[in-house]
């Protein structure tokens, strides 16, 4: 499993305690399991990564064994099982941004942040993660950050945005 | 001006509201289908428009719905697939971001027709902020009585339930979407039985693409013959087409089926021609796992004859001169592209997003994009293309899923046509791998 930064009980706030229950009951009785990957949503939210504490208390509200949680968690590619910073850029790196010019912005994204795909800065504020198509091609080149995209990237852009996470 | 059934009102602002979207004719199949129509008129009438699945594969969507298992006691499932993930392809972001309500009322009128009292819209994860749209449109149909139960006080009852997905291209195929659906890794199911006999919860299920289930609103509020009459032969109604790469207007259209691909690539109502200053060098027609054809063969069929938007067309010369309409990625490449870096760049999507159940698409995927990724960078042998053909050859039609075939038509296909450029890359690795270098050989440039 993944590297552990503390040990510490991860226990949802009470609105997502309320949201844990109401997604579950959207399924049928004993298939509870399919509230499984929305759960991990959630956690990573509160969390910033699907923590290995955060995964065994989703199986403990879930029923199901830890194992269950940690072999869903790791076949997708949208949860950290490593611990990221503050935001996280997804940046696209399939064919129809890269005709757009994607590999330099990405080139020139690295640069500015002074790492390398999978790392994050030293001060905590970014890592940086390569992703396969995020559906906005027409718009590319795109990263995602949380729920946000950013489309149509430059380098100027690219500068305006980091600029602003910084402040 | 060309028929629009989708996005005729995508302009009208606030049309993500429940009150505007009702204010523009939205619902009234709801009230149509539940109030004066049986489940079996409805499939009916999808079973006369012909409209093929708009995911990819095409199959007719009146005739699935129609294998569905109806066994006492058992509930039935209908869920929508908005796993959109095929490089190329962003039309059901686009559909379900601006009209969330076109969707949620065609969830409505398929469940009634299929017999459903629970559904599903499984969204990729990336699109949590398209999840938020969808999952407030639902509030709003069920505050005004649309969803729930009793809808309409006609005794049917319907829950929507919107399932983020957590980021995986295989998830898109419809049995990795069920194992998805009830929380398991995404993993493909073995077929039969289809999930029509035992689908999501082992029950008999429908799974759709979002632009499938969206069309039959207006179907069920024009009739199936009146779909029918749009589009070219079995290709019936019209498909929303996203293109993306070296045009003039990226962005999705929906084009009645039948449209000259010359006159979508060059009409300022459409793609407003190749990038200025640049000649059209190839195509991928339908999401980034279709065969890729050169410029001259993607406008014209090897008869003469000009290639048109449609199912038989694209399709026309099968896989020595055809490609496939597949999801409606459309994605153009002009002179400056570097077929060999594009070929790896697919490929490696693959290799990352293959499941690894079976072997040949598990080390083929990667094998490919190893062999593809030295040649790129210089370091090709001479017999690097036969053993891309090879393994190509040996990983379709040897997986479970289509993600094997999905993986190997692009690499197979660019060098069908393009093997000139592979070898080029072979033979010259000094100047192939300089920055912005392209093979400027024997190529048909329009």
Same mark, same amino acid.
């Given at each position: ?167 | /001006?060309?028929?629009?059934?989708? +996005? ?24 149509? =289908? ?26 007719? /969507? ?133 999930? =029509? ?201 040897? +997986? ?7 993986? =190997? ?23 192939? +791998? ?13």
């Amino acid at each position: 499993m993944s590297k552990t930064v503390e040990n510490k009980t991860v226990v949802f706030t009470p609105e997502r305690v309320a949201k844990a229950q109401e997604i579950i009951a959207r399924y049928p009785a004993d298939r509870q399991k399919s509230a499984l990957l929305p759960l991990l949503h959630l956690l990573q939210e509160q969390e910033g990564w699907t923590s290995p504490e955060g995964m065994d208390y989703v199986a403990r509200l879930l029923d199901i064994q830890p194992i269950e949680v940690y072999e869903v968690a790791t076949f997708y590619t949208m949860y950290h099982i490593d611990p990221v910073g503050q935001h996280v850029i997804e940046y696209c790196r399939t064919g129809p941004c890269c005709l757009m010019g994607g590999e330099d912005v990405l080139a020139h994204l690295k640069h500015r942040l002074g790492i390398d795909t999978g790392q994050t800065t030293v001060d905590g504020r970014f890592t940086l993660k390569e992703v396969e198509c995020l559906a906005a091609c027409g718009m590319g080149p795109v990263f995602q950050i949380r729920e946000k995209y950013y489309m149509n990237l430059t380098n100027e852009r690219v500068d305006e945005i980091i600029d602003e996470l910084s402040k | /001006m060309a028929t629009k059934i989708l +996005t005729e009102h995508i302009n009208v602002p606030g049309i993500e509201t429940f009150d505007v979207y009702r204010k523009q004719g939205g619902y009234t199949a709801v009230e149509k =289908a539940l109030k004066t129509m049986t489940p079996d008129e409805i499939v009916e009438e999808v079973k006369k428009a012909g409209v093929r699945g708009r995911g990819g594969a095409g199959f007719p /969507m009146g005739m699935k719905w129609s294998f569905l298992a109806k066994p006492e006691g058992v509930p039935r499932y209908l869920v929508c697939n908005a796993d959109e993930s095929e490089p190329g392809t962003f039309k059901d972001h686009y559909l379900m971001k601006n009209l969330p309500h076109l969707l949620i009322e065609g969830m409505i009128v398929s469940s009634f027709a299929l017999g459903a009292n629970k559904s599903f819209i499984y969204v990729r994860g990336e699109l949590m902020y398209v999840i938020r749209i969808l999952e407030k449109a639902i509030a709003e149909a069920e505050a005004k009585g649309f969803l729930g139960k009793n809808i309409l006080g006609t005794g049917y009852d319907l829950e929507l339930v919107v399932q983020p997905g957590g980021g995986a291209y295989i998830c898109g195929e419809e049995t990795a979407l069920l194992e998805s659906l009830e929380g398991k890794r995404g993993n493909p199911r073995n077929k039969p039985p289809f999930p =029509a006999v035992k689908g999501l919860y082992q029950c008999p299920t429908v799974v759709n693409n979002v632009e499938s289930i969206a069309t039959t609103s207006w179907i069920v509020n024009n009739g199936g013959d009146a779909y029918a009459a749009i589009g070219i032969g079995r290709s019936t109604g019209t498909k929303l087409i996203s293109a993306s790469g070296h045009i003039n207007k990226p962005g999705v259209y929906e084009i009645e089926l039948g449209v000259p691909v010359e006159d979508f690539i060059y009409a300022d109502e459409w793609c407003g021609g190749i990038r200025t200053g640049h000649k059209f060098k190839a195509l991928v027609a339908g999401g980034s796992s279709v065969p890729i054809l050169p410029a001259n063969l993607a406008l014209t069929l090897a008869n003469g004859e000009k290639r048109l938007m449609s199912y038989e067309s694209l399709s026309d010369g099968g896989f020595a001169t055809g490609t496939m309409l597949g999801s409606g990625g459309f994605i153009v490449f002009d002179e400056t592209s570097c077929i060999v870096r594009n070929t790896w760049n697919f490929s490696r999507f693959y290799h990352h997003e293959s499941c690894g159940q079976c072997s040949p698409c598990r080390e083929g995927t990667g094998w490919m994009e190893k062999v593809l990724h030295r040649i790129e960078y210089g370091h090709g042998h001479q017999q690097d293309i036969d053993l891309l053909v090879d393994v190509a050859k040996k990983i379709e039609g040897n +997986t479970i899923c289509p993600l094997g075939d999905a993986a =190997a038509w692009p690499v197979a296909s660019a060098i069908r046509h393009f093997r000139d450029e592979f070898q080029w890359h072979i033979d010259n690795p000094s100047e192939a +791998t300089q920055p912005g270098a392209v093979y400027r050989g024997e190529m048909a440039l329009v």
